[in-house]
């Protein structure tokens, strides 16, 4: 059986950083912090937003690197938080890195249910059309619009579409059913109710990851996100207007 090292541990909790959405600057500390645990001449760890890389020289024997490709990329705070906790755990010697990578590999499965994320993004958005002046009838269809938007995260999630794909059909079906619901139901002003169901899919915390890179120098990932969040803002922005467009003259 293959003895666990740190340059192991180091490479699955980059992964799952990068996986989580974290900035670089984060990735890379955890990284030399691990790396740097396990007493080796020398070290390095390099992290982009679609790879990592990690070098690590023992005493008396050649230097191992590796490689990760990161194919998938979402916000997962929750994971980014036991991360550090096992890395703190790991450098102050309550764990070791067998345990370490056991802990790590078990993050992926302590997800919360379904239920309580579509349950909690209803809410979400319903809230959005309160905070933006919202009253009775804007909640109302703006709750069934959030309906509407999970079921179709559902499906989307099941046929691994592309998230630029999935955010501009996702607009142009929150735009239809804002407007198609409030014409059959309750007169709601409907750009309150688009402008709150499209919260979701507005790439917020990505454009703060890439300024937070930005400042810390990682020039490469800090462009690499802006230049991710414009693509997903602009494909938000053409699915309202396709959702517009197809309504006509309804509105």
Not at 164 to 173: H, P, Q, V
Request: charged residues 15%; glycine residues 8%.
């Amino acid at each position: 059986m293959k003895k666990v090292t740190h340059l192991d541990v180091a490479m699955l909790a980059g992964e799952i950083l990068v996986q989580s959405g974290s900035e670089t600057h984060r990735v890379e500390d955890t990284m030399t912090r691990i790396l740097t645990h396990a007493h080796s001449e020398s070290t390095n760890a390099f992290a982009f937003t679609t790879g990592i890389f990690a070098t690590q020289t023992e005493v008396g024997k050649e230097a191992q690197t590796l490689i990760r490709r990161i194919h998938t990329r979402t916000l997962n705070l929750n994971a980014i938080a036991q991360v550090n906790d096992i890395s703190r755990k790991l450098c102050t010697d309550v764990l070791d890195s067998s345990q370490a990578l056991e802990a790590l590999k078990a993050i992926p499965n302590q997800t919360y249910p379904r239920w309580l994320h579509d349950v909690s993004l209803i809410l979400l958005i319903s809230g959005f059309s309160i905070l933006l002046g919202g009253k009775f009838p804007e909640l109302i269809v703006t709750s069934l619009n959030a309906g509407l938007l999970v079921l179709f995260f559902k499906v989307t999630d099941k046929i691994d579409a592309n998230p630029f794909i999935r955010s501009a059909l996702g607009a142009t079906l929150i735009t239809l059913g804002a407007s198609l619901i409030q014409l059959i139901t309750l007169k709601a002003q409907t750009d309150i109710v688009i402008i709150s169901s499209m919260m979701p899919l507005v790439p917020g915390v990505i454009i703060t990851t890439a300024i937070r890179d930005t400042l810390y120098g990682d020039y490469m990932a800090g462009t690499s996100r802006a230049v991710e969040a414009l693509v997903i803002a602009a494909s938000v922005a053409i699915g309202v207007g396709m959702g517009l467009r197809l309504l006509g003259g309804l509105l």
